[in-house]
């Protein structure tokens, strides 16, 4: 080496104005082929066939403190909101889908559905 190195600065520039925003214009989409709108054609419903759902039977609810929480025991009743009798709920992820009553099959508890929700109510309980 020949000598000592000198460092060579560049001289400050000032800072770059912001860039401006870029322009956006509305997305276009072309026409959907006749037959492709919602509902005008086959689903192929094979491709969630396996996915599971939480099915709950609901017998009643009720609301209580937590003073009288604390103080329940074995052998204590709590009353539900509904009659005995009255068809029990039935919930697939938390939306009701139809009603039933309890029956025993092969020493089993299942329940025979005596009313279901129709699709349009359903969706409505979804917005509630």
């Not at 060579?8 to 770059?16: D, F, G, L, R, Y």
């Not at 956006?24 to 192929?44: D, R, V």
């Not at 299942?110 to 309980?125: Q, W």
């Amino acid at each position: 080496m020949s000598g000592p190195e000198q460092e060579t600065q560049q001289p400050e520039q000032p800072p770059a104005a912001p860039t401006p925003a870029p322009q956006t214009a509305p997305a276009e989409f072309g026409e959907l082929p006749p037959g492709s709108a919602a509902g005008g054609g086959q689903l192929n419903l094979d491709l969630i066939m396996d996915v599971r759902l939480d099915l709950t039977l609901e017998v009643g609810r009720t609301r209580i403190t937590v003073r009288n929480l604390l103080d329940l025991t074995q052998g204590s009743v709590v009353e539900l909101d509904k009659l005995a009798g009255e068809p029990l709920d039935v919930l697939v992820n938390g939306t009701l889908v139809a009603h039933g009553e309890v029956v025993m099959v092969n020493e089993k508890f299942g329940i025979r559905l005596l009313d279901v929700v129709s699709p349009e109510k359903r969706v409505e309980s979804l917005r509630e």
